[in-house]
């Protein structure tokens, strides 16, 4: 304790620290009053990023994707039912309950997106990337690209205005790929991180190791990354440059995301006018986007181009919308729009501001005048919503340039979208972008005019706007990132988010190797021949690489026909009277779906009540070679991959599903049709 204000703790080498001496006063952003000191001085971080390689990395690279995944489920359901304490320290910060929302329920709804996308991956520690590659003319050499997780550390270094979120979204995707993290929030906002991870860490949920938190000053902690470890930053352009700069980043060579603030704008078409919807919809998303969490979202709309015959127009209303905003404490059921995180960063808004002032003015607003609910201007770090109005955007620099990261916006004038086009891409790169339109055609020009300088992009019309998450919402199923001052780096993305903590290695051999290597079946490997049909076996009790070779089924001409008339398909191929002149056939050919139906006459074993429920699709079907009346086909039939699901509920049947390569073979010897079904599996009744 320090003059009765609380010391944040810092949870290094699977305990609980505080630094050294008193450390930096954090302050209430609504009243002034002091809420916590934090420090790192005194841990040893080179230490903490060994204890997370040696002790959390261990552990989660132990665990498989589905594990790992599984874990993060627990997790936000633990921070679900904790989440009331959060609101209670989050107003702490400024924020009202929706701005809260979007931090601590945006954050808790990342675990979960991230959750679900173990199903995407196989019940292994590692997985394959992409396709096999053939190697060899005989197919006994082949090639595949797998995806290990990294032997290091997730070092994130986090914004103050998301301390939950900006959290969990990262490590969400690290702990998936089986890294473990060390966190080191914005200090200003750190005690609200530091009350999450108390539960986090109180919850066992997660292995020890896996998460770290320091809260205060980075110190030296970047002089003990290693290539293995990778480094996240999220804030300033200018401190992310500073420290992708730094002497070991660049002789380690370090993998480096960096989320930088970015000028990102909404344009409205050029085909709107004020009695469409799409006018509404344009003023809603604006007055949203500058007031929620008090305009501090690095996702939050900068610059506004709207066609110049509305511009006195959208401005007026847009000012309306804005007064019609409460703005005060946030503890207040009234108030829409609570305070800046802190003083400082008021500070800034206002030096930036008046910058801009040099060549835009204020249309609506005050720069040292606000009207509060239930709070003191002098205490607290408020500050009205402003909307500047810039005339000549092609001739000043400036309003593309300076952010101001609070609730400013800046609106201007364009003459036609080519010019809508050219203003979106002066940001030099942003990380969202959105056109509110009703013409596809403009929606399509404007979106492949600009796409080069913008990571997301959103179209906003009539059709979409009730289900839009809206203009700035990060969502985990997509890339989170932007080009060029945005930062080059990429946040989430499903899949391609995980990638970032894991290692891409080609590997080569044969293809029996490399099933081994895979745990699924690659073509031409050698086969494990089943001593009893794979059908009437459990989804415990199969194995990759299991496989039957069926009898032979002559096709014939009267079996092509039968098939014609029970499908209705008379396609002139499967006609035997067809002149076959200037056509791909020798003669009738038989369907490829008949064909299919034919293989699984001959690979299914239904004779008895069995362990598959039921066939859950096909996959990559391919016809590779046309089957003649009087050929004898015959199927290689071999277990693939398996996945596990989840028991759901209590009445549910534990399952898997079961990937299943079939291989379609002429008399020739020749491969006439290739495809991959999938089974549901009954597990044994015990193992739930």
Known sequence: MNNGINKLENYVHGKWITGDGDGQTLFDAVNGDP?????????????????????????????????????????????????????????????TRLDSWIDIEGGIGNLFSNASLRRKFPDLPYCTDGEPIPLGKAGSFMAHHLLVPKEG?????????????????????????????????????????????????????????????????????????????????????????????????????????????SLNCLVLGNDVIPSMPEWDIFIKEVRKEMTVKAGQKCTAIRRIFVPANLLEDAYIVLGDALSKTPIGNPLNEKVKMGSLAGHQQRKEVRSNVEQLLQTSSIVFGDLEKVDLIDANKDKGAFLSPLLLLNQQPFDDESVHTIECFGPVSTIMPYESMTDAIALAKKGKGSLCCSIVTADDKVATDFIIGAATHHGRMLVLNRDCAKESTGHGSPLPQLVHGGPGRAGGGEEMGGVRGVKHYMQRVAIQGSPTTLTAITNTYQQNSKGIPAVIHPFKKFYEELVVGEQIITAKRLITSEDIDRFAELSGDHFYAHKKETDFTNTMFDEQVAHGYFILSAAAGLFVDGSDLGPVLLNYGIDELRFTKPVYPGTEVHIKFTCREKIPQDVKEENDIPKGIVKWMVEIIDDTGEQAGIATILTMVKRKENNT
């Open 35 to 95: 809420v916590a000191t934090a420090t790192t001085k005194g841990l040893d971080l080179g230490a903490a990023l060994d204890y997370g390689r040696r002790v959390g990395g261990e552990g989660l690279r132990k665990m498989t994707f589905h594990e790992r995944g599984r874990m993060l489920k627990a997790l936000a359901m633990h921070l679900s039912e904790k989440k009331e304490n959060f609101y209670k320290v989050s107003y702490h910060t400024g924020a």
């Open 153 to 261: 550390v997730a070092v994130h270094i986090n914004a103050y205005n998301f301390p939950v979120w900006g959290m969990l979204e990262k490590c969400a995707v690290n702990w998936l790929a089986g890294m473990p993290a060390l966190v080191k929030p914005a200090t200003i906002t750190s005690f609200l991180t530091e009350s999450v991870v108390k539960e986090i860490i109180d919850s066992k949920i997660l292995p020890e190791g896996a998460l770290q938190l320091i809260c205060g000053s980075a110190g030296d902690l970047l002089d003990h990354v290693t290539s293995q470890d990778v480094v996240t930053f999220t804030g300033s352009a200018t401190t992310g440059h500073m420290l992708k700069a730094h002497p070991v980043i660049m002789q380690e060579n370090v993998p480096f995301n960096m989320e930088a603030d």
